[in-house]
């Protein structure tokens, strides 16, 4: 049983920057592979990045590429989303997301999830 909490969102101008953190409780968060998801109000739960229970190999979202790096710290039990160059189309609830084995885009495929935060990006 994995329980995520995540943290770090709020509002801000497009352009800026925000990081988010998942705190993970277990003491198997590092056997896992973690993932970020977002849901804009109306729309489907899309996925924005992954990362290897070891950190060596991650996936991004065409979208997000180039301005968003996915992080983990398995000692602190603790993946990071850091978000550049923010856009008002990045404006949603943002979950982190825990499966074990391979990366996935799907969110079907993930077992444990956050109750997500609020990243709302002003134009």
């Known amino acids: 049983q994995v329980q995520l909490v995540e943290s770090g969102g709020g509002l801000v101008q497009a352009g800026g920057s925000m990081r988010l953190s998942c705190a993970a409780s277990g003491r198997t968060f590092s056997t896992y592979t973690m993932g970020w998801f977002r849901q804009a109000p109306g729309k489907e739960r899309d996925f924005v990045a992954a990362i290897s229970w070891g950190g060596t190999t991650i996936d991004y979202a065409d979208s997000v590429k180039g301005r968003f790096t996915i992080s983990r710290d398995n000692a602190k039990n603790t993946v990071y989303l850091q978000m550049n160059s923010l856009k008002p189309e990045d404006t949603a609830v943002y979950s982190c997301?825990?499966?074990?084995?391979?990366?996935?885009?799907?969110?079907?495929?993930?077992?444990?999830w956050g109750q997500g935060t609020q990243v709302t990006v002003s134009s």
């Open positions: 997301a825990a499966k074990l084995g391979r990366r996935s885009v799907v969110a079907g495929h993930y077992d444990y």
